[in-house]
């Protein structure tokens, strides 16, 4: 077969054109194994391990190739900041041993003005960082030019460290979480061709549109995706899926033929969403009888693996049904879908 990515001929994969790890049912065997693997660790990954995604994964439980579901407390970890006092640092890691979550409050040192104007440096230590105290204070002396104590001075200061401890139980802790969209846009339009090739037929590949969508997505740079005619965004609020209600376990995708061309929308979860055009050319594909099979609409549920692939006139007629409004009418048209 002759490989939708690289074009050479090579034996067919398994790929899995939503990745496997979102729960993703639907394979094509038209990729090859080195595109197969490549793409996995970067684009695919991009879009399965974003931290949205992972936590969404997390909570329907949705194994990755690993075999095993992200852990819901691996979201919780890192440093963060208290919530109450946003200057005190705080790590939160999974203690193995233990089989639970424990906080740490990191060493945290300021300059204050005392009751009777001297100035004085101020510790924060976690109560499990006692034993470090006499360390803390003379080397935070030592910094500011000031002698260090005799024994019996730092034994007093430890002591009133123990009069000062503040104990909050299961602290609020906040963590800033950043991650690149780069690859989630390779990611979704990805998507998008191999659907474009699934239901366009094999002609598709000779398309010059689908000549632009594969090298933007097999390009390294994170911005070769940015030029081509596709949107992609958050699924909240996204125009082109306003027909289907948010559900946070199924994968929806559909064909939308305009005078100008063929796009194919696409949502994983209620997280991601994209519309992008995959060919300039519509009468190519649907000149003929079978036409409007070639528009299709798929959901998937990611957890029970259930599948409704029609045509997209007929998806859309459930809808009008569904939503009390008979064909007839016409109010839902697929002008309506358009975006
Ligand atoms: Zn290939």
Redesign the pocket.
């Known amino acids: 077969m002759k490989?939708i990515?690289?074009?050479?001929e090579?034996p067919g994969t398994e790929e899995h054109i939503f990745p496997r790890a979102i729960g993703g049912k639907l394979t094509t065997n038209r990729?090859?194994k080195?595109?197969?693997s490549s793409f996995g660790s970067k684009v695919d990954a991009a879009l399965s391990d974003n931290f949205l995604v992972r936590g969404h994964r997390a909570r329907l439980r949705l194994a990755g190739n690993s075999g095993e579901p992200p852990a819901m407390h691996e979201l919780l970890l890192g440093v963060g900041r208290l919530a109450e006092n946003p200057s005190i640092r705080v790590e939160v890691r999974f203690d193995e041993c233990e089989q639970k979550i424990v906080t740490r409050t990191l060493h945290h040192a300021s300059d204050v003005i005392m009751p009777d104007g001297s100035k004085a440096r101020k510790v924060v230590v976690d109560e499990k960082d006692a034993g470090d105290l006499p360390k803390i204070i003379q080397r935070e002396r030592k910094r500011h030019g000031v002698p260090p104590l005799s024994v019996e001075a730092l034994e007093a200061e430890v002591s009133r460290f123990r009069d000062n401890v503040t104990v909050i139980n299961n602290p609020k802790v906040l963590f800033e979480r950043s991650y690149s969209f780069a690859f989630v846009r390779h990611a979704m339009i990805k998507i998008a061709y191999e659907l474009a090739f699934l239901w366009l037929g094999e002609d598709y590949i000779n398309d010059p549109s689908a000549a632009e969508l594969r090298d933007a997505i097999c390009s390294a740079d994170p911005n070769s995706t940015d030029k081509l005619p596709a949107y992609v965004a958050d699924a909240e609020g996204f125009e082109a899926f306003k027909w289907w209600p948010s559900n946070e376990t199924e994968h929806l995708a559909y064909a939308f033929a305009g005078d100008d061309g063929i796009a194919i929308a696409v949502r994983v979860f209620n997280i991601h969403a994209a519309f992008v055009w995959v060919t300039k050319e519509p009468t190519r594909y649907l000149s003929g009888r079978d036409a409007g099979q070639r528009l299709r609409f798929l959901c998937m549920d990611a957890i029970t693996g259930q599948k409704r692939d029609a045509p997209v006139m007929d998806e859309l007629a459930r809808i009008a049904a569904a939503i009390g409004v008979s064909r007839n009418n016409e109010i839902v048209k697929s002008d309506d879908l358009s975006y």
């Open positions: 490989c990515f690289c074009l050479k090579r990729v090859c080195s595109c197969n």
